[in-house]
T-cell receptor
Framework: DVKVTQSSRYLVKRTGEKVFLECVQD?????MFWYRQDPGLGLRLIYF???????EKGDIPEGYSVSREKKERFSLILESASTNQTSMYLC????????????FGAGTRLSVL | GESVGLHLPTLSVQEGDNSIINCAYS??????FIWYKQESGKGPQFIID?????DKRQGQRVTVLLNKTVKHLSLQIAATQPGDSAVYFC???????????FGTGTRLKVLA
């Protein structure tokens, strides 16, 4: 089974803090994604990466950055957390060929106070 | 508790009945579609997929129907069980892109 693991289920941070969300996948997938999920808005893509050290902005990259130093690990960084970044963050991975099914982690619920 | 899904449409179904969840997709160029199930406190879980060269695909207790003319996708769950209670949403993509467009979802409640 594909396993996508997010390091934290719940996080509480203060405004202005630097926040790291970590994601690891064990299927040797080329593609990895970070989404945020908010009520009534569906999943919105923040960033994705199609290879090590490669990244592309998604639909809402402002206030976020990412890092992919190893194939299995994709990190989302909030440089200076703000209250409007309180959300559920979901990591996903997919292979490059075939159906490109995205497999998701359990999510990190981040609260910024 | 979970705040995802507070504003979602809800479908309530008696245990044992069939459920039909609908999705209107947005891009006429989309050629691949997925249904996901998201239980409370968990990440989305793949249920079933369909390519645009098909109009129906069946899995175990689930069937996906695709109507490209009206850009409509539906998920049918046979003999709905309490464990089917979750939020269901569709996702669409097209060849040559890694990006998906996700629907906002429907909450399925199974009544005992």
């Amino acid at each position: 089974d594909v396993k996508v693991t997010q390091s934290s289920r719940y996080l509480v941070k203060r405004t202005g803090e630097k926040v790291f969300l970590e994601c690891v996948q064990d299927m040797d997938h080329e593609n990895m994604f970070w989404y945020r999920q908010d009520p009534g808005l569906g999943l919105r893509l923040i960033y994705f990466s199609y290879d090590v050290k490669m990244k592309e902005k998604g639909d809402i990259p402002e206030g976020y950055s990412v890092s992919r130093e190893k194939k299995e690990r994709f990190s989302l960084i909030l440089e200076s957390a703000s209250t409007n970044q309180t959300s559920m963050y979901l990591c996903a991975s997919s292979g490059r060929t075939g159906k490109n099914i995205q497999y998701f982690g359990a999510g990190t619920r981040l609260s910024v106070l | 508790g979970e705040s995802v899904g507070l504003h979602l449409p809800t479908l309530s179904v008696q245990e044992g009945d069939n459920s039909i969840i609908n999705c209107a997709y947005s891009n006429s160029a989309s050629d691949y579609f997925i249904w996901y199930k998201q239980e409370s406190g968990k990440g989305p879980q793949f249920i079933i997929d369909i390519r645009s060269n098909m109009d129906k695909r069946q899995g175990q207790r689930v069937t996906v129907l695709l109507n490209k003319t009206v850009k409509h996708l539906s998920l049918q769950i046979a003999a709905t069980q309490p464990g089917d209670s979750a939020v269901y949403f569709c996702a669409e993509t097209s060849s040559g892109t890694y990006k998906y467009i996700f629907g906002t979802g429907t909450r399925l409640k199974v009544l005992a």
